[in-house]
């Protein structure tokens, strides 16, 4: 499979991800996968003239593309001519050449929020005008529109996240490669199942003080920090404690509250991000699938039998009681 990797308005940062990748390391997953990298601005030894002359015979197709990936939102502006972000020696915006080369991929493929759906980028007054390939924030639409389809009929995949996790590219990447990945493969903002399918709760090793809703008040603190600090893990799809970084890390492992990077508009949640908004005592981001009269109800009765344990290691920065030994029976 032929791929070709264009980086548009973001930070590069799903390609340091994507050098993270380990056993085996990301060459090697390329070449076991069957892929073959045409061209990487930060990655290829290929000079301009050579990336040039790929672009323009994808272009005429005497070069085929299997697999377009674009990493960083795409910059419309300004008044839609794409002029703030023009590509190298061609003289032409960087939106008009991923448009005429996702009209001719085999799969489009959106590496990261930005890609996905616009991202940090589109933030604040957006005065770039950044989208993403297919979305425009929440709403489809986006550079290519909301019917765009690819050659082989999908959509633009979205591999969204903030960064993206490297298995998660190079597992799509894999997966298309091999013609195994459908329709029925992506979630309803065309993100693959095979990461959005759980959440960035499980697994997490703060599950403990979870269910007893034992919560950290300050980030350092051992306990939940849903409750008080902003952590969105059990809304966020994405399988971060399960799949982990550099086999151990993760955003709630590091100490850090989950900000659900792999949702659009994750950039603006209307709060500080340590922060977690209330009504009435009561959060308002619960668990996507549970009732707020249950949650408050379950929360009750957590509390009322958290173990002495639990209680005093939620407000501390170490462990400071250890579990106990039931005693011998006589």
Known sequence: MNLLWLQSGGCGGCTMSLLCADTPDLLTRLDTSGIDLLWHPSLSEAGMDEAL?????IRSGRQRLDALCVEGSLLRGPHGTGRFHMLAGTGRPMIEWVRELAAVARYCVAVGSCAAFGGVTAGGSNPTDACGLQYDGRYPGGLL????????GLPAINVAGCPTHPDWVLDT????????LGADDLDDLARPRMYTDLLAHHGCPRNEFYEYKASAIEPSDLGCLMEHLGCMGTQAQADCNVRTWNGEGSCTRGGYA????????????GHAFL???????????LPTDMPKAWFIALSSLAKAATPQRIKENARADHVVARPGRKPDRK
């Open 275 to 285: 922060r977690t908004p209330t009504v009435a005592g009561i959060p308002l981001g």
């Open 258 to 269: 989950c900000i659900n990077c792999t949702a659009p508009e994750f950039e603006e949640p």
């Open 145 to 152: 529109g909301k019917d765009y389809r690819s050659s082989a």
């Open 173 to 180: 990447l894999h997966l298309l490669a091999r013609g195994e």
């Open 53 to 57: 002359r790929l672009l323009e015979d």
